[in-house]
């Protein structure tokens, strides 16, 4: 056990569904990054969060999006989904206190989503 | 800036016998550098990282990693291969500042390790 902790580990939903992952980070780690993995893309930085604040995006779509609440734990929503969704969703939180990266991530178990 | 290749898409080796897994980085500072590993359907897990302390960086699961600056690599080792060691290998660099677009670590593309009986 990583300490990150997502749910649900799969998701199956029909197209132009909308679906929300969840993200509770280690215990005192701020910030919080989602990441996308397919086949063809491989792995895609989506979003980070840093203390509720969004910090940085990456190839996140406009059908998507994310928050962080003041209990760190964040969520990803995904709305009219298609069929190229389909993928692993992770998200990883980091213990640098100023939100960069050169302790490394810890990443959760991911979220299998099936849009069918 | 950063950016990080690892040489080799698939390596494959018998049970038992060395594996090496290439990473080479771009840096134009002395970055931090980290392997994570992603067995089938799983998570990805840190092996190892280093952040400018010893060179040679012990990992879990008897992996080890050399950051050499001269030659801009930090290779990924371990003197005999287990058959659980299958699993996808990824050399991380991360950022000096925010990333931006990127985020703060940069992945390579992964190593596919298959490992024969």
């Known amino acids: 056990d990583s300490g990150v902790t997502q749910t649900p580990k799969h998701l199956i939903t029909a197209t132009g569904q909308r679906v929300t992952l969840r993200c509770s980070p280690r215990?005192?780690?701020?910030?919080v990054y989602w990441y996308q993995q397919s086949l063809d893309q491989g792995l895609q930085f989506l979003i980070q969060?840093?203390?509720?604040?969004?910090?940085a995006k990456g190839n996140i779509l406009e059908r998507f999006s994310a928050q962080q609440f003041p209990d760190l734990h964040s969520e990803l929503n995904l709305s009219s989904l298609e069929l190229g969704d389909s993928a692993l969703y992770f998200c990883?939180?980091?213990?640098?206190?100023?939100?960069?990266?050169?302790?490394?991530?810890?990443f959760g178990s991911g979220t299998r989503l099936t849009v069918v | 800036a950063q950016s990080v290749t690892q040489l080799d898409s698939h390596v494959s080796v018998s049970e038992g016998t060395p594996v090496l897994l290439r990473c080479n980085y771009s840096s134009s500072y002395s970055p931090s550098l980290f392997w994570y590993v992603q067995h089938p359907n799983k998570g990805l897990q840190l092996l190892l990282k280093?952040?400018?302390?010893?060179?040679l960086v012990k990992g879990i699961n008897g992996f080890e990693a050399e950051f050499k600056k001269s030659e801009t690599s930090f290779h990924l080792t371990k003197p005999s291969a287990h058959m659980s060691d299958a699993a996808e290998y990824f050399c991380v660099v991360s950022r000096l500042n925010y990333g931006g677009s990127q985020g703060n670590l940069i992945f390579g593309k992964g190593t596919k390790l298959s490992v024969k009986p």
């Open positions: 215990s005192g780690d701020l910030s």
């Open positions: 969060y840093y203390n509720g604040e969004e910090r």
């Open positions: 280093y952040t400018s302390a010893a060179t």
């Open positions: 990883a939180s980091s213990e640098q206190p100023t939100g960069l990266a050169n302790y490394g991530y810890t």
